[in-house]
């Protein structure tokens, strides 16, 4: 976690997101905060509503809060900044990443996963995207 709602006041949180080629979180809605990525390292796709944005370093995408997002790392390696307004969103990513664990079952990650998320007001929409 680079900042949090306790270093803003509540008005953001910012996170460093790392993975491999092929990481793509489900498709998912925020019906609490806003979620900007801006890309540091690697090729991604960033899916906001109905638009794909093409991404690379010094991208920045907007997600706003209700509208349908996501995003694919096509590179080898990709890293990006994740700015939630108003922060508190932050400490998903650490429970999140907690359960992220090698000789976990993915089934099960998954169901946790999705109860992180209700907790926070996110709605995952189906499945990961298959590989562009």
Same mark, same amino acid.
């Not at 979620?35 to 991208?59: H, N």
């Not at 890293?79 to 079952?105: C, K, M, N, Q």
């Given at each position: 976690?680079?900042?949090?709602?306790?270093?803003?006041?509540?008005?953001?949180?910012?996170?460093?997101?790392?993975?491999?080629?092929?990481?793509?979180?489900?498709?998912?809605?925020?019906?609490?905060?806003?979620?900007?990525?801006?890309? %540091?390292?690697?090729?991604?796709?960033?899916?906001?509503?109905?638009?794909?944005?093409?991404?690379?370093?010094?991208?920045?995408?907007?997600?706003?809060?209700?509208?349908?997002?996501?995003?694919?790392?096509?590179?080898?390696?990709?890293?990006? %900044?994740? %700015?939630?307004?108003?922060?508190?969103?932050?400490?998903?990513?650490?429970?999140?990443?907690?359960?992220?664990?090698?000789?976990?079952?993915?089934?099960?990650?998954?169901?946790?996963?999705?109860?992180?998320?209700?907790?926070?007001?996110?709605?995952? %929409?189906?499945?990961?995207?298959?590989?562009?």
């Amino acid at each position: 976690m680079l900042t949090s709602t306790a270093d803003t006041d509540g008005a953001l949180g910012a996170v460093e997101v790392a993975g491999p080629g092929g990481a793509a979180p489900p498709p998912h809605v925020h019906h609490q905060e806003d979620e900007a990525f801006y890309i %540091l390292e690697g090729e991604y796709s960033v899916f906001v509503g109905d638009d794909v944005i093409t991404a690379s370093p010094g991208t920045w995408v907007w997600g706003p809060r209700d509208v349908p997002h996501g995003y694919q790392v096509h590179s080898e390696w990709g890293r990006h %900044l994740s %700015l939630v307004l108003p922060g508190g969103f932050e400490t998903f990513f650490e429970e999140s990443a907690a359960i992220a664990t090698p000789d976990a079952d993915p089934r099960d990650a998954m169901s946790d996963l999705t109860a992180i998320a209700a907790r926070y007001g996110v709605e995952f %929409l189906g499945p990961t995207p298959p590989p562009r």
